[in-house]
RNA sequence: GCCGGAGUGGCGGAAUUGGCAGACGCGCGGGAUUCAAAAUCCCGUCCUGGCAACAGGGUGAGGGUUCGAGUCCCUCCUCCGGCACCA
């Protein structure tokens, strides 16, 4: 990389030399000036990226696209942009070929609730939040490539969604190869009777219909997924959510689990993020182990992540949706489990995890055998435990877990320490039963074991359950499989028909896109049936057979269109696959993905799924799509807090720029701070950057008659002003490949106020200024560039190089203290050596009168840095 | 409750990662220019004392390591974000 090369102007540029804007009175008139280039870009297609170029190394540069609101843009869209864009100019600059890409995630619940609530189709009113939105991203001057823009609701993209829902549905996870296989290779038992083979293949579809208990939200008349569900209630709108058994169709992103959490260490992601997707996926290995139960031939299986606490299991707890607790409950206890259950199933989320509640459950009358001591133990059900996690039942050890620990003092049962504390203040109370213990320690009460370490007894007990029979060693993910269906109007259809025998059946990829069908009425019904069910004409299919199907009415959450967009950037017209494997193999991985930090675990999570599942299939060629992530921070109000409209607190780029320029705009929101923090906005702020940008234009231009000013001339720089020029260029360079664009912008004001003291400005040190300046202020930058006499965009111009020599000081001032406090300050050569530096430090007469006369014991030279002398 | 991140002037923030705390910008004060204003330019602006030179203090609180700590270690406080009975 670097060196040198040919300037490249994209195909279609003008070879109209650009006059600069004729003005009157030559003043920095930011609305001219910014139209006229943003259309230049447009009619040139400057920012086009050229698909497969040998010649370049590429770089993709991708934002998360927004959804288009009705409320348009606030001032945090334009954060991420900005800092993104800075990126592609800067790249392109430094001879990359760069892919800059734009669209939107254009299906969703707001179109939708607005259809709901107006009538209108949705199709319409995204479509004029579309035009509204691209208006706001193009009078912001990013270098998108607007070519490639695309749409999720468009059927030519969700055509290939559809595509790609139907290969998961074609394809299931071999275990041994550890990928996705096409379906027609799943070995399958001999001996099945055809619909027993039919229902083994539909069970391991990667992409399959189930009846699962979901999260209901009866306000939003929806199914949520549990990422959607925030401590009870709906993220969307905090409607409360209640779980019922629902048909829906469900993506196995459980079987990709070790893979998404092994191949973090590819990636070059924030610490906090990777670590968010390890939490998510929380994985973790322990036992499952059997417990007989008392008199029936039946046995219940727990999953624990510790073996070694087996002889502490002084009682057992079922959810209370297990389907065992039906068969083993005593009919004296009948009653009771039932109304406890009913009453379980009617509980929300909310009711369900509140901390607050006390632990509930009832007796099943049921005992079961410990299989480690055979000790009897209580069989109870309680919501405690989640049927979706583990085996849905659980071993209690209240000695050593907190939840059980809480169940069993609340309702009095008995409590064996199997766990000894190494810290002795703990032993006492933990071993009399009063005190949980959760650490790792020394076993006790268990028999033959006691002694073991607890990491050496889980080894050995997970082993002596293998060796009984009475159990194995198992993983568990705390990640489940993707709900996949919502019943939404608004969203991706399933390419999917129900036979009238009951069947599934996918339809064929030929007759892809199927459209979303036109509706008069988008409520939802309120029972859970979708809104497209309404959609009579569209349900009922008659099959090429003659019989009756009736369509999947179910649609896909808005999270599928986003699990591939940037693959679809690649080669967005493509009518014939989702993308070329070529093109793929050229633009991806993508080199920097910017977005908020709100997708750290959900759209980044699923998008690894489908990039891993496309890898499986060999539709791409790297196992991790986004190869280094930044996440950029909120921008509250003026008022410090979140922006809202509630709050009236909200900032439109529309009026910021109307009033300051894009320009200003850019470059205030990345001289606010470090990209990645949360921090208020300030108009007064705007105003200073806008003053930098007005301090720019008049090192350059003559305000009164426009063109150049007369003390602009083609002269040598003095030594100061070269060697100030190229520290800002070394620091501008350093701070924008770092993302520090904040101290990036402070160097060059800190050069501008420098050569605005200059009396005859060099042409060459202007240039460089101009360069430098491109990728934050680009429209300033290409207007100046023209004034100072170019006749084609800078968007290729090479990034200005600085020269390490001249950028050097010839001199340093040190600080010299004496005992630590600063005595004096002197001036030495940059090239000093340490002796120099310490006669120097020592001849001053300051160190000498603080001294007094005391005989230094060391002196310590920190060159270029400081002296300090010890007395 | 658990897991992250952060606390620096009146404000946003900077500090080459252990070496002169407060760069740059905002705000504020003073001055120049102007009939006047806007704009622009110059000077000042961490706190305390002093007319000043200067002296002392200072990066959420307390302790520690070090010649030297905003930066490293321990304890605590506050704020923000995430998770939330995952056995």
Same mark, same amino acid.
């Given at each position: ?16 030399? &650009? ?10 008139? !930011? ?16 920012? *086009? ?61 707001? %179109?939708?609730?607005? @259809? ?56 299931? !996870? ?21 619909? @027993? ?15 699962? @208990? ?101 009682? &057992? ?21 039932? %109304? ?15 901390? *607050? ?15 480690? #001591? ?20 659980? &071993? ?157 009415? #179910? ?78 921070? &909120? ?117 501008? #106020? ?9 042409? @060459? ?49 040190? *600080? ?56």
């Amino acid at each position: 990389m670097g060196g040198y090369f040919v300037p490249v102007i994209p195909q279609g540029v003008s070879t109209e030399p &650009m006059e600069p804007t004729p003005s009157r009175q030559g003043r920095y008139d !930011f609305n001219r000036i910014e139209k006229r280039w943003q259309k230049f870009w447009q009619d040139n297609k400057t920012f *086009a990226a050229v698909d497969g170029d040998a010649s370049k190394p590429k770089y993709y540069v991708l934002d998360m696209f927004p959804y288009p609101s009705g409320q348009g843009l606030h001032v945090g869209h334009p954060e991420g942009y900005t800092a993104s864009d800075i990126v592609a100019r800067y790249r392109r600059m430094k001879g990359f070929n760069v892919l800059h890409p734009i669209g939107w995630d254009a299906f969703g619940l707001p %179109a939708e609730q607005y @259809a709901i609530e107006t009538g209108t189709d949705p199709r319409v009113s995204t479509q004029a939040n579309i035009d509204n939105m691209r208006r706001q991203i193009k009078s912001l001057g990013f270098s998108y490539d607007w070519d490639r823009e695309l749409s999720t609701t468009d059927p030519g993209y969700y055509q290939w969604t559809q595509w790609i829902f139907l290969q998961f549905f074609h394809h299931y !996870f071999d275990e041994t190869e550890k990928k996705a296989k096409p379906i027609s290779e799943l070995p399958i038992p001999t001996g099945l009777s055809e619909e @027993a083979r039919l229902a083994f293949i539909d069970e391991h579809r990667l992409a399959y219909e189930a009846e699962v @208990a979901v999260n209901w939200c009866p306000a939003l008349g929806t199914v949520l997924a549990n990422e959607e569900v925030i401590g009870g209630v709906s993220e969307r709108g905090n409607h409360p959510v209640i779980r019922k058994p629902m048909r829906q169709w469900m993506l196995r992103i459980t079987k990709y689990a070790d893979r998404l959490l092994e191949d973090l260490a590819e990636v070059d992601w924030p610490p906090s993020i990777k670590k968010l997707q390890a939490d998510w996926i929380g994985r973790s290995t322990g036992a499952e182990v059997d417990f007989k139960i008392e008199g029936r031939e039946d046995s219940i299986r727990v999953y624990t992540t510790r073996p070694d606490t087996l002889f502490g299991a002084t009682y &057992m707890v079922m959810a209370p949706e297990h389907a065992l607790v039906g068969k083993i409950t005593t009919p004296e206890k009948q009653a009771e489990v039932i %109304a406890y259950r009913e009453q379980a199933a009617r509980k929300s989320d909310l009711d369900r995890t509140d901390l *607050a509640k006390e632990k509930t459950g009832v007796f099943t009358g049921a005992y079961a055998i410990n299989p480690v #001591n055979n000790e009897k133990i209580p069989i109870w059900i309680g919501d405690y435990v989640l049927i979706s996690y583990g085996t849905g039942a659980i &071993m209690s050890v209240p000695a050593h877990d907190e939840r059980d620990f809480e169940f069993a003092t609340a309702f009095d049962l008995p409590i064996i320490p199997v766990v000894d504390p190494p810290q002795p203040e703990d032993q006492a109370m933990v071993r009399q039963g009063k005190q949980c213990f959760t650490g790792a320690g020394t076993a006790i009460n268990s028999g033959e074991f006691d002694g073991l370490t607890t990491a050496e007894f889980k080894k050995r007990m997970t082993q002596w359950l293998t060796d009984h029979g009475l159990g194995h060693e198992a993983v568990n993910t705390k990640l489940r499989d993707w709900l996949f269906s919502r019943q939404r109007y608004w969203g991706e259809p399933f390419p999917i028909l129900h036979t009238e025998g009951g069947r599934i059946v996918a339809l064929p990829e030929d007759q892809l896109p199927l459209q979303l069908p036109h509706v008069d009425d988008y409520k939802p019904s309120g029972s859970g049936e979708p809104p497209l069910s309404k959609a009579h004409d569209w349900v009922h299919v008659t099959m090429p057979d003659g019989s009756q199907a009736t369509r999947e009415t #179910n649609t896909m959450p808005q999270w599928a269109g986003s699990c591939w967009y940037y693959l679809r950037y690649i080669d967005p017209k493509n009518g014939e696959q989702a993308w070329d494997t070529e093109k793929e193999q050229y633009w991806l991985p993508v080199d920097l993905y910017i977005g908020g930090a709100e997708h750290a675990v959900l759209h980044l999570l699923y998008a690894r799924f489908w990039h891993k599942f496309s890898y499986d299939l060999g539709l791409v060629s790297s196992k991790e799509p986004f190869k280094k992530l930044i996440n950029q921070g &909120m921008i509250l109000g003026e008022d410090g807090q979140k922006m809202s409209k509630a709050r009236g607190n909200v900032v439109n780029p529309d009026d910021v720029i109307k009033s300051y320029g894009a320009d200003s705009l850019r470059l205030y929101e990345m001289f606010m701070g470090p990209l990645e923090a949360t921090k208020p906005w300030n108009m007064q702020g705007v105003e200073g950057v806008h003053r930098f940008l007005q301090k720019a234009w008049r090192l350059i231009v003559d305000e009164d008659r426009g063109g150049l000013l007369d003390t602009v001339q083609e002269i040598q720089a003095d030594e100061t002003t070269l060697r100030r020029l190229h520290q800002t260029i070394q620091k501008v360079t350093r701070d924008t490949e770092n993302f520090a664009f904040n101290t990036a912008i402070s160097a060059m004001m800190i050069l501008v #106020n420098h050569l605005g003291k200059l009396k005859t400005r060099p042409h @060459a040190v202007l240039e460089s200024v101009v360069l430098i300046l491109a990728p934050y202020a680009p429209h300033i930058a290409e207007e100046l560039w023209a004034l100072l006499g170019h006749s084609q965009s800078l968007a290729y111009e090479p990034w200005p190089q600085f020269d390490d020599q001249l950028a050097r000081e010839k001199e340093v001032e040190l *600080a010299v203290q004496v005992g630590g406090k600063i005595k004096d300050r002197i001036v030495v050569a940059a090239d000093a050596d340490e002796d120099l530096i310490r006669a120097t430090a020592l001849a001053s007469e300051k160190v000498v009168s603080a001294l007094a006369g005391q005989a230094p014991k060391k002196v310590i030279v920190v060159k270029s840095r400081l002296v300090n002398i010890l007395v």
